[in-house]
């Protein structure tokens, strides 16, 4: 009996060395997903790889006496489909710009924690996520340059006391307006944790830019209700691995 080998071939081709290994299905090396392994998937670089510590894109919300912040997020160069909201209280599908999380559902936050630097003056994002996904974040940087790895990092923290509800979920995209909006990386944080004070953890991906501006994104990967209420603070764009300002002349 004679067998005959099947070929099988995969259209658009695989990308980024991945493998067709049956029609129109690519298996994709570490670091890669999507159906023909073009959307990087790689997380934050290790700190002996960020060689630029000043970052070239810093939004930490500002600082004041006032417990609620009147500035926008225009003014941080952002945009978000949340609702902002300047006085309690921050119900399910808005924000605030706070110094200090508010007691706004008998006691199930962590009343009077700061932001995440300690700073009693520093304002942090504080969200209330709708049932419904949305974004969290939406900001474009330019003048990147191509081939550069750069990190997108986020410190996030689950402002919950109570265990057993929604834990915030955050995904990080990566996106190229000059390429047709094409999804450049994609990565979740998965879930965050509640602990029993409110604790501040680092969160990103990081990306070889294929175009000089990106659009980078926060979106909502868990249904609220019941939980999935975060805030937000320090969102930062840095040069990996490098020997440069990771900005190219003009």
């Not at 067709?20 to 290790?46: A, D, F, K």
């Not at 060689?51 to 006496?65: A, E, Q, R, S, Y």
Request: contains cysteine; negative net charge; hydrophobic residues 30%.
């Amino acid at each position: 009996m004679i067998c005959l080998a099947i070929s099988v071939t995969c259209v658009p081709e695989c990308k980024n060395n991945g493998t067709c290994v049956s029609q129109n299905n690519c298996s994709c090396p570490s670091g890669y997903t999507g159906p023909t392994c073009e959307i990087q998937s790689v997380g934050l670089c290790r700190d002996n790889e960020i060689l630029d510590k000043k970052p070239i894109l810093l939004v930490t919300f500002g600082n004041g006496l006032s417990k609620y912040s009147q500035l926008t997020p225009d003014r941080f160069n952002f945009s978000t489909t949340y609702k902002q909201q300047f006085q309690p209280t921050t119900y399910d599908g808005s924000f605030s710009f706070i110094n200090r999380v508010p007691n706004d559902f008998n006691n199930d936050w962590h009343t009077d924690a700061t932001d995440h630097t300690g700073d009693p003056g520093g304002y942090m994002f504080l969200i209330n996520a709708d049932e419904k996904p949305g974004q969290f974040y939406n900001g474009t940087v330019n003048n990147l340059c191509i081939g550069l790895r750069y990190e997108f990092s986020v410190y996030l923290a689950n402002i919950m006391k109570l265990t057993g509800r929604i834990k915030p979920s955050v995904r990080f995209e990566v996106r190229s307006p000059s390429l047709g909006n094409r999804l450049l990386a994609q990565l979740s944080s998965g879930d965050v944790p509640e602990d029993t004070t409110l604790a501040w953890r680092k969160y990103g991906l990081s990306f070889i830019a294929p175009s000089s501006t990106v659009v980078l994104l926060m979106i909502s990967d868990a249904p609220g209700g019941g939980g999935n209420d975060l805030a937000i603070d320090d969102i930062a764009l840095t040069v990996c691995s490098h020997k440069g300002s990771g900005f190219c002349p003009s």
